[in-house]
């Protein structure tokens, strides 16, 4: 049973900055790709950033400058990095990871992230 743990959601002031962190129960290794997606609430799950085991990135507009997403295969975690948050980056933010082994995209249970001051 492959998990995704998540960890780092929390409350911030508009401005402020959070890491979320994500670390899967078998080796980063395995995974093609590895990224955080995002649901608000009454919206669809949107993708926020990836990033691939060769180290390929891609982000949505709305975050393109403000998040950056990196991998630590000696730690096994990926992480999101959030500066200057706003209040439309409210949401719960989930870890999503590609095994190409199984053809299969597999999720973490989701963190909350709520800005507002």
């Known amino acids: 049973q492959v998990q995704l743990v998540e960890s780092g959601g929390g409350l911030r002031q508009p401005g402020g900055s959070l890491r979320l962190a994500c670390a899967p129960s078998g080796s980063i290794l395995s995974f093609y790709r590895m990224g955080w997606y995002r649901q608000a609430p009454g919206k669809q799950r949107e993708l926020v950033a990836h990033?691939?085991?060769?180290?390929?990135?891609k982000y949505a507009d709305s975050v393109k400058g403000r998040f950056t997403i990196s991998r630590d295969n000696a730690k096994n975690t990926v992480y999101l990095q959030m500066v200057s948050l706003k209040p439309e980056d409210t949401a719960v933010y989930y870890c999503?990871?590609?095994?190409?082994?199984?053809?299969?995209?597999?999720w973490g249970q989701g963190t909350q992230v709520t800005v507002s001051s």
């Open positions: 990033i691939t085991s060769g180290g390929s990135t």
């Open positions: 999503n990871g590609y095994l190409p082994f199984s053809r299969k995209d597999y």
